[in-house]
């Protein structure tokens, strides 16, 4: 992310309360259209009907027809998938939006945890240009620095949207507290634990992968994030059952689309004591 200052970036208690109140915050309501991934995690939909809008799950621009939706989600490593947009499809998407005054709100909180990709925030000069107007990008330490339970995120992006949102949010007492902030910014300042979390996530996924492949389990996307998404082929429910049966815990892929019937969510975030039993599990059949 370049060009941004003081006024473009805004602490937030995470990121997922964040996700949920944004287009309250922003003054969506009832009539407007919200659009989301076909595949993603539920907190898009909780977040519009918080609001009273109404929502669409959607890959296809082009499948809303002639109406212009006030807010578009992407998610960039994505949440189940671990997809990962190129960043000529994330400019096309910044270009839609901004023809048509539509708000481009990127979820970019896996955006340090890639494997076989190289992720770019929305902010990027090559994808936003020399502004960021319409943009705002939501990230959070969870993942990058183990921050869960401190609740550390930001929002960054468009000046005035930013705004919008620390009018709103400093009157609803969502403003982060400053020991968490201090810890936020210590985090943000030392890159020597984000290389030893990404490596030692490295290793995790690669035993969890090549267990699940001789399985015969098949990765789709995957190239980053922290989970593999994986199908045998069946209905996820099967699936689950069949890593139940062996003492193994996955998300069923339904639980994030329709799309996601044939897949399950597996997590390395489990400690290496942990994947390894998984792994023994796996090759036991």
């Known amino acids: ?29 009832p009539g407007d259209l919200v659009a989301w991934p076909e595949l ?7 977040g519009v009907a918080l609001a009273g809008a109404r929502g669409v799950a959607t890959d296809s621009l082009t499948s809303l027809g002639p109406e212009t939706p006030a ?3 992407v998610n960039s ?14 400019k096309k998407v910044v270009d839609w939006c901004r023809e048509r005054g539509t708000i481009l709100v990127s979820d970019e909180c896996y955006l340090e945890c890639a494997w076989d990709a190289t992720p770019l925030s929305v902010l990027h000069p090559s994808i936003s240009g020399d502004s960021h107007d319409g943009i705002l990008a939501v990230h959070s330490l969870s993942k990058r620095s183990n921050l869960a339970g401190y609740r550390c995120g930001f929002v960054a992006g468009d000046p005035a949207l930013v705004g919008e949102l620390l009018a709103v949010r400093k009157n609803l007492g ?18 020597e634990h984000v290389v030893e979390q990404h490596a030692r996530y490295a290793a995790r996924r690669a035993r969890l992968r090549e267990a699940l492949e001789s399985a015969g389990f098949r990765i789709d996307h995957s190239e980053a994030s922290l989970y593999l998404w994986s199908s045998r082929g069946e209905d996820c429910w099967e699936t689950m059952s069949w890593l139940a049966d062996r003492g193994i815990l996955a998300a069923p892929g339904s639980f ?11 997590a390395f975030t489990a400690t290496d004591a942990a994947i390894g039993k998984a792994e023994e599990r796996l090759r036991a059949r």
């Open 71 to 73: 807010l578009l989600w």
């Open 174 to 191: 969502l403003i982060m507290p400053g020991p968490q902030q201090a810890a936020m910014a210590a985090a943000l300042d030392d890159d």
């Open 77 to 90: 490593p994505a949440n189940p998938t671990g997809r990962v947009l190129p960043p000529e499809h994330l």
């Open 1 to 29: 992310m370049t060009g941004l200052d003081l006024g473009g970036v805004l602490p937030t208690i995470g990121s997922k309360e964040l996700v949920a109140t944004l287009p309250s915050q922003l003054g969506i309501g």
């Open 256 to 266: 994030y689309g329709v799309a996601g019937s044939r897949h399950v969510r597996v």
């Open 40 to 46: 993603a995690y539920p907190t898009y939909a909780v």
